[in-house]
């Protein structure tokens, strides 16, 4: 199976800061990567798909970039309602897997 | 608009069995390909399956893990996606979430939460 390794675990920010996340697969994922969004006690959401494509209604702040194995995902401006945990997932190979997941705290 | 209706969670022993649903509407569900993921208390996310279209030949790949006890399968007429759990552990604890597509996870359901406990 493809690893996928999150960093970091956790993240505190404050509102206005430009935010990083990372994900690195195991094995060359090619483009076949998403992210996604889970706010707390919520199923998670869609939020980039094929490492830079937003989803419908995912406000520009967000971005992706990335390819082959290490990808990284951008919040240019945090606000209040990006809290959550958010997952990265490669579907190159089957099982698809998730990445352990960062957390997203306001300090 | 798309709605994604789980049901089906609840307590279940150690060895035994649950079939979870998912109520399907707001799209075109027999073109769909359809995915189970889950959910552990306090963990990440786990994929457990999909299953294709009838029209891309209705089959499901499983996750190896499971070693064939968790069974995806779907009844279109009824528009409706199930999961079959047999030889229920402990470990199968968690939120399972029902998903429209299968590369890309676009539509989840808010998941249905299963224990299993003695």
């Known amino acids: 199976d493809i690893q996928m390794t999150q960093s970091p675990s956790s993240l505190s920010a404050s509102i206005g800061d430009r935010v990083t996340f990372t994900c690195q697969a195991s094995?060359?994922?090619?483009?076949?990567f998403n992210w996604y969004q889970q706010k707390p006690g919520k199923a998670p959401k869609l939020l980039i798909y094929?490492?830079?494509n937003l989803d419908t209604g995912v406000p520009s702040r967000f971005s992706g970039s990335g390819s082959g194995t290490d990808f990284t995902l951008t919040i240019s401006s945090l606000q209040p309602e990006d809290i959550g945990t958010y997952y990265c997932?490669?579907?190159?190979?089957?099982?698809?897997?998730f990445g352990q997941g960062t957390k997203l705290e306001i300090k | 608009e798309v709605q994604l209706v789980e049901s089906g969670g609840g307590l279940a022993e150690p060895g035994g069995s649950l079939r979870l649903s998912c109520a399907a509407s707001g799209f075109t569900v027999n073109n769909a390909w359809m995915t189970w993921v889950r959910q552990a208390p306090g963990k990440g996310l786990e994929w457990v399956g999909r299953i294709r279209s009838k029209s891309d030949g209705g089959t499901a790949d499983h996750a190896a893990s499971l070693k064939g006890r968790l069974i995806i399968s779907r009844d279109d007429s009824k528009k409706t996606l199930y999961l079959q759990m047999n030889s229920l552990k402990t470990e199968d604890t968690g939120v399972y979430y029902c998903?429209?597509?299968?590369?890309?996870?676009?539509?989840w359901g808010h998941g249905t939460l299963v224990t299993v406990s003695s």
């Open positions: 094995q060359d994922v090619r483009n076949y």
């Open positions: 997932q490669q579907y190159h190979h089957l099982p698809y897997t």
């Open positions: 998903i429209a597509g299968a590369d890309r996870l676009d539509y």
């Open positions: 094929d490492v830079s």
